[in-house]
């Protein structure tokens, strides 16, 4: 009987015929099922060490030198930003104090000797200078 007839009359009023396997496809299965055991002792032991390997590294992050490395660079970066402060604040207090000296400049103070019209309270850095050696 043709797979046909098994697919519109169905399994039951078929009758199977016996089947004999031959002495190399029990070879094969026989071969196939070791090779699948095997590959299962094998394989999935070393699917999960690898997979292990890649997890501790994730978790890991940084190795102890590494960290002592970033360590360092934290400690310099903190040193730069404590200066760039400083350095803020003394620009901000130079700017008060020029700001003030204007303003006194302004309220009719006298100009400095040797100091510019345009500038007050600043030497005029363009005049000549008297040199004693010649």
Same mark, same amino acid.
């Given at each position: 009987?043709?797979?046909?007839? %098994?697919?519109?009359?169905?399994?039951?009023? +078929?009758?199977?015929?016996?089947?004999?396997?031959?002495?190399?496809?029990?070879?094969?299965? %026989?071969?196939?099922?070791?090779?699948?055991?095997?590959?299962?002792?094998?394989?999935?032991?070393? +699917? #999960?060490?690898?997979?292990?390997?890649?997890?501790?590294?994730?978790?890991?992050?940084?190795?102890?030198?590494?960290?002592?490395?970033?360590?360092?660079?934290?400690?310099? +970066?903190?040193?730069?930003? %404590?200066?760039?402060? #400083?350095?803020?604040?003394?620009?901000?207090?130079?700017?008060?104090?020029?700001?003030?000296?204007?303003?006194?400049?302004?309220?009719?103070?006298?100009?400095?000797?040797?100091?510019?019209?345009?500038?007050?309270?600043?030497?005029?850095?363009?005049?000549?200078?008297?040199?004693?050696?010649?």
């Amino acid at each position: 009987m043709t797979n046909l007839t %098994v697919l519109l009359i169905g399994p039951a009023a +078929v009758q199977s015929e016996p089947t004999q396997l031959a002495a190399y496809q029990i070879v094969e299965l %026989v071969q196939g099922g070791l090779f699948a055991m095997v590959l299962m002792a094998l394989g999935i032991p070393l +699917v #999960r060490a690898i997979s292990r390997r890649f997890i501790d590294r994730q978790r890991s992050g940084v190795s102890s030198a590494d960290a002592a490395r970033l360590e360092r660079i934290e400690q310099a +970066v903190d040193a730069i930003a %404590v200066e760039v402060e #400083r350095i803020a604040e003394a620009q901000r207090f130079s700017a008060k104090l020029a700001a003030d000296q204007l303003s006194d400049g302004r309220d009719g103070a006298q100009l400095s000797p040797g100091a510019s019209a345009g500038r007050p309270g600043r030497p005029n850095t363009m005049a000549p200078r008297a040199n004693p050696e010649r």
